[in-house]
C-alpha cells in the first residue's frame, strides 16, 4: 500500500506565506512526477505545479513568481512554498503522485492525498 500524507495548510493573511508538505509512505519502488494540485469551494479541480523525479518544474500561470515546488527525493517528500498569498488561493491543496511499488510488475500508478485546507483572509 502507498499513502501520501499531506501538512501545513492553514489560516493566514493575505501577502503571508504557508508551505505545505506531502510525504509518500509504504512500499514505494520509485516516484515519477510529483504535483500539488487545488480545488476552491464550487470549482473543478486544477493543477497548480509540478515536478519531474529529475527535477524540472512547471506553474499554473496564477501562481508563477509566488509558488515554488521541490521535492526530497530521500524523504520521499515533496513541497509546496507559497508566498504572497492571495484571497483566490484559498482552496484544498492536494498531493498527487505518480509511483510504483516494490511489487511486480512495478507500474506507475497514480495516488491522491487526502487534502489539507489553505484559507487566505483579505
Known amino acids: 500500500q502507498v499513502q501520501l500524507v499531506e501538512s501545513g495548510g492553514g489560516l493566514v493573511q493575505a501577502g503571508g506565506s504557508l508551505r505545505l508538505s506531502c510525504a509518500a509512505s509504504g512500499s514505494i519502488f520509485s516516484i515519477n512526477t510529483m504535483e500539488w494540485y487545488r480545488q476552491a469551494p464550487g470549482k473543478q479541480r486544477e493543477l497548480v505545479a509540478s515536478?519531474?523525479?529529475?527535477?524540472?518544474?512547471n506553474y499554473a500561470d496564477s501562481v508563477k513568481g509566488r509558488f515554488t515546488i521541490s521535492r526530497d527525493n530521500t524523504k520521499n517528500t515533496v513541497y509546496l512554498e507559497m508566498n504572497s498569498l492571495k484571497a483566490e488561493d484559498t482552496a484544498v491543496y492536494y498531493c498527487h503522485a505518480y509511483i510504483a511499488m516494490v511489487h511486480y510488475p512495478r507500474v506507475f500508478r497514480d495516488y491522491w492525498g487526502q487534502g489539507t485546507g489553505v484559507t487566505v483572509s483579505s
Open positions: 515536478i519531474t523525479s529529475g527535477g524540472s518544474t
